[in-house]
């Protein structure tokens, strides 16, 4: 139980599910075989563009994205996918024994073994589970006369800390705050209140249409993809928050950092970091704030350097 407390107390401040995910998709060649000793085996895959991958799934917390694609991955798209990813960055390998004025020096081979594109798919889960919430808690329900606790959808445990408001009235509906109260597909409290008069005697009957609406229905049998996917409910939920402006701005402010005109791609950067909270924006800006918002030499390999 301390180690749980611990946990939970450690990212409760974090956005989203407690468990997170994040991939690197790359392409490239790598040597499969058995590695270990006569008492274990592993079978593995061994070389450079694994330890890219290795890169790309470890970046994506540092640039907030779900997804991290590589220049060499995104060529291999179709175009038609192409133009549903963004470039969010471009990072630079260089050796240990390189030093700073040698960096400076190099020329940019885009997408060689040296420089890399970084693309990424933008999704907003959060979308997708407020959407799921509003479904389920704008449900009319009646609430049981108990005590003023609240109730913890996650573990049916007391929890003093009540967040969410009720309305007041014979029929209550649940309302909540659902950016932070559904991020971890749990409600942190209900507060019940003594207006809220009915014939249920369980909270469980209150809790019915949540824990409903929280299975997750696994497909069965191949799926076959078909670009009708893209026009899915879900798919569009997801990709609402991304409109035209926001990829237009940030392609715009993106372009002006490569260019070195950082006045420009301050302006559109923060815009997008301001309107849609985006993180790589949020990265971008802070590599130009090192430098007063003044491009030094070779820039590009110099603050990309990995």
Same mark, same amino acid.
């Given at each position: 139980?301390?180690?749980?407390?611990?946990?939970?107390?450690?990212?409760?401040?974090?956005?989203?599910?407690?468990?997170?995910?994040?991939?690197?998709?790359?392409?490239?060649?790598?040597?499969?075989?058995?590695?270990?000793?006569?008492?274990?085996?592993?079978?593995?895959?061994?070389?450079?563009?694994?330890?890219?991958?290795?890169?790309?799934?470890?970046?994506?917390?540092?640039?907030?994205?779900?997804?991290?694609?590589?220049?060499?991955?995104?060529?291999?798209?179709?175009?038609?996918?192409?133009?549903?990813?963004?470039?969010?960055?471009?990072?630079?390998?260089?050796?240990?024994?390189?030093?700073?004025?040698?960096?400076?020096?190099?020329?940019?081979?885009?997408?060689?073994?040296?420089?890399?594109?970084?693309?990424?798919?933008?999704?907003?889960?959060?979308?997708?589970?407020?959407?799921?919430?509003?479904?389920?808690?704008?449900?009319?329900?009646?609430?049981?006369?108990?005590?003023?606790?609240?109730?913890?959808?996650?573990?049916?445990? @007391? *929890?003093?800390?009540?967040?969410?408001? !009720?309305?007041?009235?014979?029929?209550?509906? #649940? %309302?909540?705050? /659902? $950016?932070?109260?559904?991020?971890?597909?749990?409600?942190?409290?209900?507060?019940?209140?003594?207006?809220?008069? @009915? *014939?249920?005697?369980?909270?469980?009957? !209150?809790?019915?249409?949540?824990?409903?609406? #929280? %299975?997750?229905? /696994? $497909?069965?049998?191949?799926?076959?993809?078909?670009?009708?996917?893209?026009?899915?409910?879900?798919?569009?939920?997801?990709?609402?928050?991304?409109?035209?402006?926001?990829?237009?701005?940030?392609?715009?402010?993106?372009?002006?950092? /490569?260019?070195?005109?950082?006045?420009?791609?301050?302006?559109?950067?923060?815009?997008?970091?301001?309107?849609?909270?985006?993180?790589?924006?949020?990265?971008?800006?802070?590599?130009?704030?090192?430098?007063?918002?003044?491009?030094?030499?070779?820039?590009?390999?110099?603050?990309?350097?990995?």
């Amino acid at each position: 139980d301390g180690a749980r407390s611990k946990l939970k107390e450690k990212f409760q401040d974090r956005p989203g599910n407690l468990v997170q995910l994040g991939f690197g998709l790359h392409a490239g060649k790598a040597v499969e075989g058995a590695i270990g000793s006569s008492r274990k085996l592993d079978a593995t895959y061994l070389s450079n563009d694994v330890d890219l991958s290795e890169f790309l799934e470890s970046s994506t917390k540092k640039y907030g994205v779900a997804v991290l694609l590589s220049g060499h991955f995104y060529k291999l798209l179709h175009g038609s996918n192409q133009r549903r990813c963004r470039q969010i960055d471009e990072v630079f390998f260089a050796s240990e024994y390189e030093t700073g004025d040698e960096l400076c020096d190099l020329e940019i081979e885009e997408d060689s073994e040296r420089h890399m594109r970084l693309f990424t798919f933008d999704i907003d889960i959060e979308a997708l589970r407020n959407e799921w919430a509003a479904r389920v808690f704008e449900q009319p329900t009646s609430m049981p006369d108990h005590s003023a606790k609240s109730i913890s959808l996650a573990s049916n445990s @007391s *929890d003093e800390n009540v967040v969410g408001n !009720l309305r007041r009235s014979s029929t209550c509906r #649940r %309302r909540f705050d /659902l $950016p932070a109260s559904i991020r971890r597909f749990s409600v942190a409290a209900l507060q019940h209140s003594n207006e809220c008069r @009915s *014939d249920m005697g369980s909270s469980d009957a !209150l809790l019915a249409p949540y824990q409903e609406a #929280r %299975r997750l229905i /696994l $497909p069965k049998g191949t799926l076959l993809y078909h670009s009708s996917l893209w026009k899915t409910k879900e798919i569009k939920v997801i990709r609402t928050r991304f409109t035209a402006l926001f990829f237009q701005t940030y392609q715009f402010g993106l372009q002006a950092y /490569l260019d070195g005109d950082w006045h420009v791609a301050r302006m559109k950067l923060e815009y997008v970091e301001n309107h849609f909270h985006d993180v790589p924006s949020t990265h971008l800006l802070n590599k130009m704030k090192k430098s007063n918002y003044i491009p030094p030499r070779n820039f590009r390999i110099k603050l990309g350097t990995m």
